[in-house]
C-alpha cells in the first residue's frame, strides 16, 4: 500500500508562504499609492517650474518641466511593476522522494 505523493494528481502543489502573492485587492492598492506618490511628485515639479520660472531662475525650470513630462511614464511602469516573488521556486528541506516511511505495523 505504498503510494509515492508525488503520483497523486488531486494534491495541490505546495506553496512557499514566503513567495505567495498579495491578494488582489492588497496588489491594487500597492499600485495605487505608487502611481499617486509619483503623480504627487510630477505635479510638485510642474508647480516648482512655474515658481522658478516667474523667480528668474532660468537654469533650473526647464529641469522641472522635463521631470514632470517623464513621470508619468515612470508613474505607470511603477505602478504596472509585478511582484518579485515567484511561486516557480522549488521547495527546499522536501527530502528525497525515495526515503520515505513505510506503513507501520501495531506491535513495533
Given at each position: 500500500?505504498?503510494?509515492?505523493?508525488?503520483?497523486?494528481?488531486?494534491?495541490p502543489?505546495?506553496i512557499?508562504?514566503?513567495?505567495?502573492?498579495?491578494?488582489?485587492?492588497?496588489?491594487?492598492a500597492r499600485?495605487?499609492k505608487?502611481?499617486?506618490?509619483?503623480?504627487?511628485i510630477?505635479t510638485l515639479?510642474?508647480i516648482g517650474?512655474a515658481?522658478?520660472?516667474?523667480a528668474?531662475?532660468?537654469?533650473?525650470?526647464?529641469?522641472l518641466?522635463?521631470?514632470?513630462?517623464?513621470?508619468p511614464?515612470?508613474a505607470?511602469v511603477m505602478?504596472?511593476?509585478?511582484d518579485?516573488?515567484s511561486?516557480?521556486?522549488?521547495?527546499?528541506?522536501?527530502?528525497?522522494a525515495?526515503r520515505?516511511?513505510?506503513?507501520?505495523g501495531?506491535?513495533?
Amino acid at each position: 500500500m505504498s503510494s509515492s505523493r508525488h503520483g497523486r494528481s488531486h494534491e495541490p502543489d505546495a506553496i512557499r508562504i514566503t513567495t505567495a502573492g498579495d491578494s488582489p485587492e492588497a496588489d491594487i492598492a500597492r499600485r495605487q499609492k505608487k502611481y499617486a506618490i509619483a503623480m504627487g511628485i510630477r505635479t510638485l515639479c510642474f508647480i516648482g517650474a512655474a515658481i522658478t520660472g516667474a523667480a528668474g531662475l532660468h537654469w533650473v525650470w526647464p529641469f522641472l518641466i522635463l521631470a514632470s513630462l517623464f513621470l508619468p511614464y515612470v508613474a505607470v511602469v511603477m505602478a504596472n511593476a509585478n511582484d518579485s516573488r515567484s511561486t516557480e521556486l522549488p521547495l527546499t528541506g522536501g527530502g528525497d522522494a525515495q526515503r520515505q516511511l513505510g506503513p507501520g505495523g501495531h506491535g513495533d
